[in-house]
């Protein structure tokens, strides 16, 4: 075993089941797994093996396709169609790799090519149980989800979006006029949405504007509404806005882009719930719950002039704070599977269902000036263009590993020696990270071929085997089997 094997020991798999005619092949195997921790049954009958295997008390099953009493492939569908959970690796002689990859698309995790090696078996065996425990960490980042999808579908537990949520559930019950401040991507439409769900007002219109996209003109049209021939272009009556989601709620998207002229018309239309289209004599009486956005200090606009101070004082009744994603620690895994949740029930296309750790420590590491929006798009473009079951460190767009900030140290250590375990520990991080970064490259130049990238660093292939595996890496050339 080599230096770096033994640095970075295999994961044991607890119960393994062998189904082989050969008893010598299950003899093998528990020789090679046994004093990894592995508890090895052995079944040369494959009826016997069979009804072992559809009890599901396996975590591993070791499967012969080609045997004399029994068809390994309809053992496979059997044990699949039951819903066993099992992991299944196929076991096959040479001349059958073909039967091997039909196994593998009726629910195989991998094979093995006869005659095989023990170093062979518990490569594979390691990576299925790296597989296993990567799904179950997935599948406990589900669970979390689902605890913490907090208000009306809004993800965070983070201190920071649980003091939002306090807030929102005591503001949402009253008319008061709202005013969510935040960064560009952190979801102040959600926000909005949820105060109206969570309102008396919940059954009437929601209606959203953005005040960024449009000239002055065009907005004033857009909220006030207009009459037949109130300018050039205004063939019929048009109801705005205001009118229009009167009973409701309306949401102004960054207010601060507002002209100063307009400004004055919203807020008489607060002080008096009364409004007047564009070109109309007649007022209307409106019931609205106003709601406005904005990424910009307001206050700082009005001392410079930029914004009405009376108008301020109208939306700043009840402010709410939405916290950049940087700051709500912890969230970024939750929202980062949830994206790919959605994701993968519009585009069935798309085969990952989790990220590795190492995937989600990237993610987790950014400080994502782009908010929440900008982790949407980075996890569509992962499983737009990713080909793994699991989104993996090598999945992440090169610039977000240029962008990295300091590690998470949490409290200083007492004393010195803690301070050098901390230092230890941090630089082996550091070389875990240039390390890994260091084999995805030379991958990459070697189009995946695993023995030409050993050749081109000048190491054995069997060393970069060694540390392929343990960063969870594997090719993509012609050598790089599934033994790779």
């Not at 807030?167 to 949820?194: C, D, H, N, Q, Y």
């Not at 994701?343 to 929440?372: M, Y």
């Not at 375990?421 to 490259?441: Q, S, T």
Request: net charge negative; aromatic share 4%; glycine share 8%.
């Amino acid at each position: 075993m080599s230096e770096i094997e033994s640095e970075q020991p295999r994961p044991a798999v607890p119960r393994v089941l062998v189904i082989d005619d050969e008893a010598v092949v299950g003899m093998s195997c528990r020789r090679a797994l046994a004093p990894g921790g592995s508890q090895v049954d052995i079944f040369q009958d494959p009826r016997l093996g069979a009804e072992a295997a559809l009890a599901g008390d396996y975590d591993l099953i070791l499967l012969d396709v080609v045997m004399p009493q029994a068809d390994g492939l309809e053992i496979l569908r059997r044990i699949r169609a039951a819903g066993i959970r099992s992991e299944v690796v196929i076991i096959t002689g040479h001349a059958t790799v073909e039967m091997a990859v039909e196994a593998m698309k009726s629910g195989a995790t991998d094979y093995l090519c006869k005659p095989f090696s023990p170093d062979e078996l518990r490569l594979v065996v390691g990576k299925v149980a790296e597989r296993s425990a990567l799904i179950s960490e997935n599948n406990a980042l589900r669970r979390e989800l689902e605890t913490h999808r907090g208000l009306e579908g809004i993800i965070g537990e983070s201190r920071a979006m649980q003091r939002m949520f306090t807030v929102l559930r005591r503001i949402a019950p009253t008319p008061a006029t709202v005013l969510i401040t935040g960064e560009s991507g952190t979801g102040k439409e959600l926000v909005a949405r949820a105060i109206h769900r969570l309102s008396p007002r919940r059954d009437q219109a929601f209606l959203a504007c953005d005040c960024g996209t449009l000239s002055p003109s065009l907005l004033e049209s857009e909220l006030f509404g207009h009459v037949r021939g109130a300018f050039t272009g205004a063939s019929a009556n048009r109801t705005g806005l205001l009118e229009a989601a009167s009973g409701g709620t309306l949401f102004l998207d960054e207010i601060a882009n507002v002209s100063l002229d307009t400004q004055a018309k919203l807020l008489r239309v607060l002080e008096t719930r009364r409004v007047r289209r564009v070109g109309a004599t007649e007022e209307a009486d409106i019931d609205i719950r106003l709601v406005a956005a904005t990424n910009r200090d307001l206050a700082d606009l009005v001392a410079k002039g930029q914004f009405r101070e009376d108008l301020f004082y109208r939306l700043n009744v009840l402010p709410v704070v939405l916290p950049p994603l940087r700051d709500r620690h912890g969230d970024v895994p939750l929202l980062a599977l949830a994206f790919l949740e959605h994701l993968r029930k519009s585009h069935t296309e798309i085969r990952a269902h989790g990220f590795t750790p190492e995937a989600i420590r990237l993610l987790d590491s950014h400080p994502w000036p782009g908010n929440v929006r900008e982790l949407k798009n980075i996890v569509e473009r992962m499983a737009v263009l990713g080909s793994g079951e699991l989104l993996d460190a090598g999945d992440v767009p090169p610039e977000l590993l240029g962008v990295r900030i300091a590690p998470v140290v949490g409290a200083l250590p007492h004393d010195w020696q803690e301070f050098r375990v901390l230092k230890r520990r941090l630089r082996d991080e550091a070389i875990h990270d240039l390390e890994r970064r260091y084999l995805v490259e030379t991958l990459d130049r070697a189009g995946g071929n695993v023995s030409r990238a050993a050749e081109m660093v000048g190491i054995q292939r069997t060393q970069l085997h060694a540390l392929l595996q343990k960063h969870a890496l594997r090719g993509s050339g012609e050598d790089a089997t599934t033994r790779s």
